[in-house]
């Protein structure tokens, strides 16, 4: 039987900018077009949407800004705080709201990309790659959690069509690879994705290869991040929160981190996956301009052969 090889296309997200409300950082200077100039020039052919209102919520408009790029819109972030019960209309809300402005613009293949509301929690907030078992969620909330993200998958699928895949990231309930695991395991394969984060994960204490081979054809969607280990060992050992492992580079441009991404690609591609694959990059003052580490990303990606 013939092989396909593995088929990525490559995007990047307004977070490369510094657009990314949970940060304590700005994205003063940075408009939209701008964003999308820089980001079509150093060879992406799509984008995340961003937080909600950083880029036109007129589909038209959107759809406009978009083509005039030739760009593709693949998804949007959308944080809810799933084991809180109370914040489930609103978050539904916002997510029924994000999927029918990614449907109207164009783009009916797009992804909800649901997670937990990120640095919500004070005590996952600080504890941030070294999350010990004290700071679990107990089994009924868990179960809270997964009801609570099925349950936005389902109302965005009746909907619109679109389907929801789940980050998890650092600074939030489902960080570890056992919190992963455990979130996959109480949903519905068919309702829910995932999308796999190879930095989170990494400085979560998880092995992105391996995790590519677990969950296989549950990745639907792919966030390429590296990790710096000499950072990470550093923030564990100071007791830094995930603000601050943030701000001094634990995050590093990709290729300059621990993250085995011929590896992890040689397992997607093993596990049928195709599809986009996102640089997520967070803004530094040691990289220079965002528009340049966007640049050295998508060389590194290059030398992958995509």
């Known amino acids: 039987m013939n092989h396909t090889p593995l088929q990525l296309q490559i995007a990047n997200a307004p977070c490369s900018w510094g657009v990314l409300e949970f940060e304590e950082q700005s994205a003063a200077g940075y408009d939209y077009s701008r964003v999308l100039d820089e ?15 950083f880029m036109p919520t007129d589909p038209k408009q959107l759809q406009d800004a978009l ?27 916002a997510a029924l709201r994000t999927a029918a402005l990614l449907k109207e613009t164009g783009f009916p293949r797009a992804f909800i990309v649901l997670a937990d509301d990120i640095a919500a929690n004070p005590e996952r907030t600080a ?54 695991a455990d979130l996959m395991k109480r949903t519905d394969p068919d309702l829910l994705g995932l999308c796999l984060d190879t930095g989170h994960l990494t400085y979560a204490g998880g092995d992105p290869v391996a995790a590519a081979t677990e969950f296989g054809s549950r990745i639907w969607h792919l966030h390429l991040k590296d990790c710096s280990p000499a950072i990470a060992d550093r923030a ?20 300059q981190g621990s993250v085995r991404f011929p590896a992890v690609l040689d397992a997607l591609d093993r596990a049928g996956f195709s599809g986009w694959a996102v640089v997520e990059q967070d803004v530094l003052p040691s990289l ?15 030398s992958l052969g995509f």
């Not at 089994?139 to 099925?150: K, L, Q, Y």
């Not at 564990?236 to 290729?255: I, K, M, P, Q």
């Open 236 to 255: 564990r050992t100071s007791g830094w929160n995930y603000h601050d492992a943030v701000r001094h580079g634990v995050f590093c441009e990709l290729g």
């Open 127 to 180: 504890a941030a790659g070294r999350v010990t078992d004290d700071l679990r969620l107990p089994d009924e909330a868990r179960m809270i959690f997964a009801v609570n993200a099925e349950g936005i998958a389902r109302a965005v699928r009746d909907a619109t069509g679109l389907r929801t895949v789940f980050h998890h990231h650092c600074a939030s309930y489902v960080e570890t690879p056992e919190e992963i």
């Open 39 to 53: 980001m079509r020039a150093a060879g992406y052919d799509g984008t995340e949407l961003g937080d909600w209102g």
């Open 67 to 93: 083509a005039a790029r030739s760009l593709s819109l693949l998804g949007a972030f959308v944080p809810v705080r799933l084991a809180d019960p109370d914040a489930y209309d609103a978050g539904e809300a």
């Open 288 to 302: 220079g301009t965002p528009a340049a580490s966007a640049a050295r990303n998508r060389n590194f990606i290059r």
